[in-house]
């Protein structure tokens, strides 16, 4: 089982903050995940990577960005937080073996934007 | 089309029933991979099972149980004497060939055992 870590927990921010999710993991996994997950409970997927340097938009449309300088390192950042935004945010990680491949994830961050 | 469908959106049973939470899926692939998780209140997704498409044993663990049907493109998920620690959310994905992200999930069913 993975550990994997997203900071902070809960965010309650004002509209126009730049803000910064942060994921973790030590597990040494090569991939790495954010979904957006909305009340109605289905998960987006909005972001992945397969390593350093590789990042690549999901199926969701997101205004978010990330990067992923570090392999255990995989942050998510809004330049401008709207309402819209509001949201649970997780983040998750795999080891990579091929359509076997298990995805381990964090607790979440729940985002509000006033 | 939905590629997991997971029809019941909510489902409420009093303790000690036992529940089941079904999972459809659409594939053409004939090498794929099927996945549960939990979702309790507190947030995060816990990993249940993994099972390939080539293995279609029946899975137990404990109070939980696993019905892997091809046949019916199913993989349903038994919780036998429901607790109210079971009360969460379900997801249900699918993994199979071609698919960059890897994992599709279902829309999730959300269990409620009342004491």
């Known amino acids: 089982e993975a550990d994997i870590y997203q900071t902070p927990r809960y965010l309650v921010i004002g509209t126009g903050k730049k803000i910064t999710l942060e994921c973790s993991q030590t597990?040494?996994?090569?991939?790495m995940y954010w979904y957006q997950q909305d009340p109605g409970m289905e998960l987006h997927l909005i972001h992945y990577?397969?390593?350093?340097?590789?990042?690549e938009k999901g199926d969701l449309s997101s205004e978010s960005t990330v990067s992923r300088i570090r392999t255990e390192h995989f942050p998510l950042t809004l330049e401008s937080a709207r309402p819209s935004h509001t949201s649970q945010y997780l983040c998750?990680?795999?080891?990579?073996?091929?359509?076997?491949?298990?995805?381990?994830f964090g607790p979440g961050t729940r985002l509000t934007v006033l | 089309a939905q590629k997991v469908t997971q029809a019941q959106t909510e489902i409420s049973v009093v303790e000690k029933e036992d529940v089941t939470l079904d999972c459809v899926y659409e594939?053409?692939?004939?090498?794929?991979?099927l996945f549960w998780y939990k979702q309790p209140p507190s947030g995060e997704l816990v990993f249940l099972i993994r099972?390939?498409?080539?293995?279609?044993q029946n899975e137990i663990s404990g109070r939980y149980s696993w019905n892997f049907q091809k046949s019916t493109s199913s993989f349903n998920f038994t919780i036998t004497a429901s607790q109210v620690v079971d009360s969460a959310v379900y997801f249900c994905?699918?993994?199979?060939?071609?698919?960059?992200?890897?994992?599709?999930f279902g829309s999730g069913t959300q269990l409620t055992v009342l004491p």
């Open positions: 990577s397969y390593g350093v340097n590789s990042t």
């Open positions: 994905a699918l993994s199979e060939t071609g698919s960059a992200r890897q994992l599709t």
């Open positions: 594939t053409r692939d004939t090498t794929y991979y």
């Open positions: 597990m040494g996994h090569d991939k």
């Open positions: 099972r390939n498409s080539f293995d279609e």
């Open positions: 998750a990680s795999s080891s990579g073996e091929g359509l076997a491949d298990t995805q381990y």
